[in-house]
């Protein structure tokens, strides 16, 4: 099938564009019917013998991933055709050892793994053994592959384990990145990368000496939707966008949580959530700000916030005039959403914008004496898995992450720039800098 599927393409190399496409669609629909049953059975063997041996995967590309192809009962005026997704055998796909078994990874994570095509579950880390070994038996994890936090390193004998995914309360980031990098592993860290730029930097620099990648979890960067709101802002769709607001807040409960302490979690709301905003505007626009101006707000005598603060109000001002007005906080109940304003007849944005599901798109815009109100949503795809995926294919295909190490610095900085200004009353300077997408690696395809 690997023989055939070269063939196919390099016949469909002497094409371009659309005709290539249709090309291999067409061609490949045959080859497919023909052999797509042989090559599933093939590889289910293939990965049961990895996974007996132990090995980890033998050469491999994006090309061995398998597409299938049904034909649609639907007339064409009910939308675009399914796309079924391209998927790779399993004994190809990125195996992942997932550091941290709290709510994030239990409640997304690893229920994202089911809709990866790249990526798969090999490996947990977890300081509960009795929960690791539960969790292990829900998602078909060998029980030799459940490791703690002390026998960490030896990940690094372990071949099916090629990328780690790091979801532990924030201060604890840079050490498991760097064991990680060091014990020979690509990693993936949770968002805020760090509780510092320090310590950000300190990780950077850890895995370029170890020649291995390190993503940031940006979630929201590889989100149709937002992705979309993205294209209007940089294309002028309905002119320059020149304020950007945006509010992520939620009322935060347990006061004894590793999130209210500051040397957890490196702050309050703002690398919680405010990161978000933060994140999302830069995204958004492309631009990095050269100025901010911000001012904190903690409810006297709230249990809750003895450590960190409360809400952030704070406005990022960027080089091409664009300014975004920003608010975050742990004391009102949940909303998520931000919207650009354009100066030529429309604004549009997402409400909620930040969340897991259930993300909702709007656009309002002006057709002479007409104001259209829209709500022009993509079918939702699992962040987690879009973005896992993404980590997988840049370490198949040896490419920079869209969100690497250095998207998540960059939003430290930000944040060290925010606690200054609210601190000081004045607004703080950042480096200016006039290239776009500065930090961001190779972009997510778009399936
Ligand atoms: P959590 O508290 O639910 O889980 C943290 C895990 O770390 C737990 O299993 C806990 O046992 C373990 N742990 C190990 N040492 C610990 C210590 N000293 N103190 C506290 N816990 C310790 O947290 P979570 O919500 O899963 O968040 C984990 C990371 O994921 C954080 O960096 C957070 O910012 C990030 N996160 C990202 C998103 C997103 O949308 N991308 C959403 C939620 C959380």
Known sequence: ?????????????QLSGYSRREFIGNAGKTLLAATVIGELASAESASAQSTAGGR????????????????????????????YPSILPKDKRAGYAIVGLGELTLGEIM???????????????????????????????????????????????????????????????????????????????????????????????????????????YRI?????????????????????KVITAVNVQNIGNPNQWRLKKA???????????????????????EEPYMVNAHTYTTPNDIRFKEVEEAVMFQMFFPSGAIANSTCSYGVHDSKHYRCYADNGGWFGMDPGYSYKGLMPEVSHAEGRVQNKMQPKIQEKNQFALEIDHFSECVIENKTPYTPGEEGLQDHKIMEAIYESARTHKPVELARISTVDTFRGTPPKED
Request: proline share 6%; net charge positive; hydrophobic share 35%.
């Open 1 to 13: 099938m690997k023989y055939l599927n070269q063939l196919l393409h390099s016949a469909a190399d």
């Open 56 to 83: 980890g995967p033998g050469p491999r590309s994006m090309a061995d991933a398998i597409k299938v192809e049904v034909p649609t009962q639907h007339a064409p005026s009910e939308g675009a055709a399914t796309s």
């Open 111 to 217: 229920p994202a793994f089911s809709a990866c095509k790249n990526s798969k579950p090999v490996a947990l880390v977890s300081g509960d053994a009795d929960k690791a070994r539960k969790v292990a038996m829900q998602y078909g994890i060998d029980p030799k592959n459940v490791y703690s936090y002390q026998n960490f390193d030896d990940i690094k004998n372990n071949p099916e384990i090629e990328a780690v995914y790091i979801v532990l309360p924030n201060s604890m980031h840079e050490e498991y990145v760097v064991r990680a990098a060091n014990a020979g592993k690509h990693v993936l860290c949770e968002k805020p990368m760090a509780t510092s730029s320090k310590e950000a930097q300190r990780m950077i620099d850890a895995c370029k000496k170890a020649g291995k990648k390190l993503m940031i979890a």
């Open 221 to 241: 960067q590889y989100e149709p939707n937002n992705r979309q709101m993205m294209e209007y802002t940089r294309k002028q769709k309905f002119g320059k966008v």
């Open 264 to 286: 957890l979690a490196g702050g309050g709301s703002l690398p919680d959530i405010g990161l978000y905003n933060i994140n999302t505007n830069r995204f958004l626009l492309g």
